[in-house]
């Protein structure tokens, strides 16, 4: 078992910056790969970043490459999404799951364990 916790979305103008963080306790963190995901009212669940086991592998949706960097650090069981450049269509809930897969993902049946969420606003 795994357990994902979200944290450090918020409020902000568009231009700005986020740092969100994914804290995971239970299993050992370097045997998932990581990945995040957004859902916006009414939509469905979609695809945001995702690293390998290591860290040595990302992969991004078009919509955010450039923008987003997705790390992970894992002697301190977290997972990072740097936002830069944030648009109000950027505005969502934000995911962090963990899939038992060895390369990052961008499919969401693929993961295995899911955070609550925090929620990004992105005002114009």
């Known amino acids: 078992q795994v357990q994902l916790v979200e944290s450090g979305g918020g409020l902000v103008q568009a231009g700005g910056s986020l740092r969100l963080s994914c804290a995971a306790t239970?299993?050992?963190?370097?045997?998932?790969?990581m990945g995040w995901f957004r859902q916006a009212p009414g939509k469905d669940r979609d695809f945001v970043a995702a690293?390998?086991?290591?860290?040595?592998?990302?992969v991004y949706a078009d919509s955010v490459k450039g923008r987003f960097t997705i790390s992970r650090d894992n002697a301190k069981n977290t997972v990072y999404l740097q936002m830069n450049s944030l648009k109000p269509e950027d505005t969502a809930v934000y995911y962090c799951g963990a899939s038992a897969l060895l390369l990052p993902t961008g499919w969401a049946n693929k993961y295995d364990y899911w955070g609550q969420g925090t929620q990004v606003t992105v005002s114009s």
């Open positions: 690293i390998s086991r290591s860290g040595g592998n990302t």
């Open positions: 239970g299993r050992t963190f370097g045997m998932f790969a």
